[in-house]
């Protein structure tokens, strides 16, 4: 039972790799790139499906596979025309099959009118064809009745006492299984049955196990010895079988080779004559090994039984010469396994974290050992020291390469966005057109994993609200067909994943009046372009009146917002009316390290990660001027960069700390935006190991994760986003406040 | 002594289920993954019977027994070819190719021993 449940895992993780290519390959179709065996691959995914299905019980499953089968075979074999329509409908019917796997695997119900309705659409693309007709659900429940099917086929035989006897008895007409019986069997093989490897005398005994037999061989047709030819069938076997098994258990025997010989059975009822059988099958069958043996002794050894034994001595007889090129065929296939994808292992995931996490503690390790041998004054170049620096070396290619197992590319989640697309599309009326670019851009599995939602409702939202409906568009001077836009790429050691559409831009003057009727704004605040783009990721900004069935569920731009950071990741959006939209996300190779520079704020250890990191730098009193009542601002190169004091902030002291006396860290935001982080000193910069607070503790505001340093202290990594925010609305806080006490 | 009996089918479910019900019957089993891989696997060892799929990628259950049945080395081998189809078609065309018999999927383990059985002592 534990067996069949593991294959039954393994029969979903296949399915997942299967529709996957199935989809891989319809859309290769619709793109007009697919050929033949784009056609094929697709119909072995589903004839894949429908078999392990069809193991498991999975009837519903088995069924919609079939007839998705049929039709598809219709495709391939050119009977059904490829036609932009068809290729819709088979991508249709490909979420319906991916659906019922899911349920199959997850439990739930299936929308059965969904199913029934596809069903039918397909039968009927099927049946469209001129030439002779697919048979569409009807055969399906012929041929995949687990019943028929096995009684059908497999072929049984031996056991008068098997359970699956039974369900033959009811198969075939009572009164032949009433009693016992006496069969007259004439069997001659013709020379096909040898060369297909079955043998006779197998046949034979299979026969024998059935009741009392007796067996008589006929050689009359046997030529004189000169004349035998080595692969030549010459033998007639008259049987006289006595058995309580019917006339069909005897035939099933036969059934591999009834082509293959002339066979007659002729059936008696036993009655009256009771004939004692004069010969045992064993002595039988041992006269018939005598007869033979008495022929091997002349030149053709095996003329009675010619497949099983020449074989092997020609082989051994094979000239000197040939062996090389025999040896030379055999290294040509070993040379092409060892391209073949299959040279990958399958893994269990929390074995590979394990891995992950012990390598993280490796890092810290070797860290900390370092920070020893430096604070005992260890000579830097001494063996010790070294040593050490080639540990560290081994320990980053160590952790890189394990990184490298995670990596997985975003193909498989691109390629669930088309299917997001078409149902959208579908539901909108709209005619889109979802070009991706990148798909092997790699990314840490659980990124991947998590990206699925947020990609997903911005997807919806590009379609939803991005794209103007079709007459829109022409009159735009636009293509009817709008196009979203997916694109990965690996910049600055992080993937940047972009989604846009050729829409009509953010609607800022909406977006602004919406935001301020939620009271997210002031009306009469003063926003950029930028900033009234991003009030779309403000909490509250999308609510019941704004969400259509589509891009609705409840989930705003600020849910996406907060799990790509969640992840480490940034978005931002740019637009340009008349001319869509973008979102950018930028998120982090792994969730596992950072590299990052650790800084004192009033007498914490904190991190800040290196990738927001633009420069750093010791401000002058000429350059730090005063803005409002609390903001300050540093001039850097002409322009002013406001000044945020990380330890105010944070709440880690009152008073702000004078610039002069620390560092100014810029940062540069998720929009672009820069900004000048107030630290109190630098430390150094170290790749740290990053230990979620959120699952070991809670949300701290302005913290993104944890961290152990080598010397053993846990210190913080923080969220550059949040603080630079944090500071921002500290500071609209105090302006509003001075505002409405002015009035 | 225990028959070992060569798998080929690309669909991992499959190989995992007959590696199943053909070790639970006390045979060894020995896997490839299509027809290409078949005939490299057959290159190492000589299987009492083989057991193959129809549709697989590279080279199909067709070409496959057309290759073994070809060889010298390995033309008496027993081939059993998977089917879901039991329509008389495909296992015409098996047989015309040089197949001893056929196992309807999906198949009973006890059905399947069986018909190893029946094709090789």
């Known amino acids: ?743 | 002594m225990a028959k070992t009996i060569l798998t080929v089918d690309d669909s991992r479910t499959i190989r995992e289920m007959l590696k199943a019900a053909l070790t639970d019957a006390g045979m060894e089993v020995v896997q490839a993954e299509d027809g290409v891989h078949g005939l490299e696997v057959l290159e190492t060892c000589d299987p009492d019977v083989i057991i193959t799929d129809i549709n697989m990628p590279r080279m199909d259950g067709f070409g496959f027994i057309e290759a073994v049945r070809g060889s010298d080395r390995h033309r008496a081998i027993p081939i059993l070819v998977l089917t879901t189809e039991s329509v008389d078609d495909k296992k015409d065309r098996a047989r015309r190719a040089g197949a001893s018999g056929w196992i309807i999927k999906p198949f009973d383990p006890v059905k399947l021993v069986t018909a190893i059985n029946r094709v090789a002592a």
């Open chain 1, 1 to 743: 039972m534990d067996t069949m449940a593991a294959i039954k895992q393994t029969f979903f993780q296949e399915c997942e790799e299967q529709l996957t290519e199935m989809e891989e390959g319809l859309l290769m179709i619709e793109r007009e790139e697919g050929d033949l065996e784009t056609i094929n691959a697709v119909f072995r995914a589903v004839h894949s499906i429908k078999g392990g299905a069809g193991a498991f019980g999975l009837d519903d499953l088995v069924r919609f596979a079939h007839t998705f089968e049929t039709t598809l075979d219709g495709m391939r074999s050119g009977k059904l025309e490829i036609t932009p329509q068809v290729v819709k409908l088979m991508l249709r019917s490909a979420d319906v099959l991916s659906d019922l796997v899911r349920i199959s695997r997850d439990g739930g119900e299936m929308d059965a009118t969904r199913v029934a309705q596809m069903t039918e659409e397909l039968s009927k693309a099927g049946g469209m064809a001129p030439a002779p007709a697919v048979q569409p659900a009807p055969a399906a429940d012929f041929s995949f009745e687990p019943v028929a099917a096995g009684g059908d086929g497999a072929g049984v035989d031996e056991f008068g006492f098997a359970p699956v006897q039974i369900s033959f008895d009811t198969l075939i007409s009572e009164d032949v299984a009433a009693g016992a019986h006496r069969f007259e069997i004439s069997f001659t093989p013709r020379p096909e049955l040898y060369s297909k490897a079955n043998d006779a005398l197998r046949l034979l005994r299979e026969l024998g196990r059935l009741g009392d037999m007796e067996v008589a061989c006929d050689v009359a047709a046997l030529p004189p010895l000169d004349e035998i030819d080595p692969e030549g069938a010459y033998l007639t076997w008259k049987i006289d079988l006595s058995t309580d098994a019917d006339e069909k258990s005897v035939r099933e025997i036969f059934e591999f080779v009834e082509f293959d010989c002339d066979l007659s059975i002729d059936v008696n009822v036993i009655g009256m004559d009771e004939e004692s059988a004069s010969q045992t099958v064993e002595a039988i069958l041992a006269q018939v090994a005598a007869e033979e043996a008495a022929q091997s002794e002349a030149v053709l050894p095996l003329a009675v039984e010619p497949v099983s034994a020449p074989i092997e001595p020609a082989a051994a007889l094979e000239p000197a010469p040939k062996t090389p090129v025999a040896a030379n065929q055999q290294s040509q296939p070993a040379a092409q396994s060892a391209q073949q994808p299959g040279a990958t292992i399958r893994v269990d995931l929390d074995r590979v974290d394990r891995l992950i996490d012990l390598v993280g503690e490796l890092v810290i390790n070797q860290s900390m050992l370092a920070q020893r041998v430096t604070e005992a004054g260890i000579a830097r170049l001494s063996d010790v020291a070294v040593g050490l620096d080639d540990l560290e070396h081994l320990t980053r290619e160590i952790q890189d390469s394990v990184m490298a197992i995670r990596a997985q590319p975003v193909r498989p989640i691109f390629q669930r966005m088309s299917r997001v697309v078409r149902e959208v599309a579908d539901m909108t009326g709209k005619s889109v057109r979802l070009v991706t670019e990148g798909e092997n851009c790699e990314v840490d599995k659980t990124v991947i994993e998590r990206l699925a939602d947020p990609l997903t409702h911005m997807i919806r939202n590009a379609i939803d609200h991005g794209l103007e409906k079709p007459e829109d568009r022409v009159k735009a001077g636009k293509p009817e067909q709008g196009v979203v836009k997916m694109v990965a790429a690996h910049r600055s050691g992080r993937v940047v994943i972009e989604v846009s559409d050729d829409g009509a831009g953010i609607n800022r003057a909406k977006v602004r009046e919406i935001a301020v009727n939620k009271g997210i704004i002031e009306a009469d605040a003063p926003l950029t372009d930028a900033e009234i783009d991003d009030l779309i990721f403000a909490p509250g900004f999308s609510t019941a009146a704004t969400i259509s069935d589509v891009s609705g569920r409840g989930v705003g731009m600020d849910v996406v917002r907060r799990s790509i950071q969640a992840l480490g990741g940034r978005i931002t959006i740019s637009s340009r009316p008349g001319n869509g939209t973008t979102f950018s996300l930028s998120l982090p190779l792994t969730l596992a390290v950072l590299d990052g520079m650790v800084v004192t704020v009033a007498g914490q250890t904190l991190v800040v990660p290196l990738s927001a990191i633009v420069e750093t730098l010791q401000p002058k009193a000429a350059d730090v001027h005063g803005l409002g009542e609390k903001a300050r601002v540093i001039a850097i190169r002409g322009s002013f960069i406001p000044l945020v004091d990380v330890g105010s902030v944070l709440s880690y002291r009152d008073e702000e700390a004078d610039p002069l006396q620390g560092v100014a860290v810029m940062v540069e935001t998720e929009n672009q935006s820069q900004c000048a982080l107030m630290v109190d000193g630098i430390i150094g910069q170290q790749q740290v190991v990053i230990k979620s607070l959120e699952t070991n503790y809670g949300h701290v505001f302005g913290v993104a994760a944890a961290t152990i340093l080598g010397d053993g202290r846990v210190a913080v990594i923080l969220d550059v986003d949040a603080i630079v925010a944090g500071s921002r609305s500290d500071v609209a806080r105090a302006d509003a406040n001075r505002k409405r006490s002015a009035a």
